[in-house]
């Protein structure tokens, strides 16, 4: 049985960092892609960043709104996925969701492309 574990929420204030956490048990990070969604109180889910594997190599891929602060990556020795967050905003703040496809290696933010979630972790920000 699949089971992701995504951790590593908190409250902290704007321009702190925090480095979110992904596991997974029953599943390998190294063949399968694996992204990140939020979802902020009363909107639906969006994507945040994935890492996944091409012919090319590794890929990675952000939302603009978190370009250049947040940065995905794998640790292949461990089985996790880090999302290290710097310079977070109040609008950071959501609950945060890792997620794994369970047939391609290739990078998406499309939600309904995604087999495998964890069960989120809070990210609160305050200005």
């Known amino acids: 049985q699949v089971r992701f574990l995504d951790s590593g929420g908190g409250s902290v204030q704007a321009g702190d960092s925090l480095r979110l956490s992904c596991a997974a048990s029953g599943w390998n990070f190294r063949y399968y892609a694996v992204g990140w969604f939020r979802q902020a109180p009363g909107k639906g889910r969006e994507f945040v960043a994935a890492?996944?594997?091409?012919?090319?190599?590794?890929?990675?891929m952000y939302a603009d709104s978190v370009k250049g602060r947040f940065t995905i990556s794998r640790d292949l020795a461990k089985n996790t996925v880090e999302l290290q967050m710097n310079s977070l905003a109040p609008e950071d703040t959501a609950a945060y969701y890792c997620a794994g496809r369970s047939t391609s290696g290739e990078v998406s933010n499309i939600e309904s492309k995604y087999t495998y979630w964890g069960l989120g972790t809070q990210v609160s920000v305050s200005s």
């Open positions: 890492t996944g594997w091409s012919s090319s190599g590794d890929t990675t």
